[in-house]
Nanobody
């Protein structure tokens, strides 16, 4: 089993920045990729970003491209999501995810690619 704990959420004004962190523990040797999804009230879950543990592959959802970056510290089993130029529509609960499978790429944009999910951290962007 792998446990994921997110941190770094909070309240920020439009145009501001936040950095989310997700620390993995347990059987971390099984992790092949980690990512982020988000879900706003009344909306479907949305893919945000993924980084494959060998760091040869990263991908972003359309809403994150150009504003968010994802990075990892493999030694610390931690993944980071740097969010810049935040907008009110970025308000959501952000969930960290981990996958035990090294997929070729685009499948990581689907929730089915992940085996573990964190509890989520709230991000609120005020207008």
């Amino acid at each position: 089993q792998v446990q994921l704990v997110e941190s770094g959420g909070g309240l920020v004004q439009t145009g501001g920045s936040l950095r989310l962190s997700c620390a993995a523990s347990g059987r971390t040797s099984s992790i092949r990729a980690m990512g982020w999804f988000r879900q706003a009230p009344g909306k479907e879950r949305e893919f945000v970003a993924v980084i494959r543990w060998d760091t040869t592959y990263t991908a972003f959802g359309d809403s994150a491209k150009g504003r968010f970056t994802i990075s990892s510290d493999n030694a610390a089993n931690t993944v980071y999501l740097q969010m810049n130029s935040l907008k009110p529509e970025d308000t959501a609960v952000y969930y960290c995810t981990a996958s035990r499978t090294r997929y070729s790429g685009t499948y990581y944009s689907t929730g089915d690619a992940y085996d573990y999910w964190g509890q989520g951290t709230q991000v609120t962007v005020s207008s």
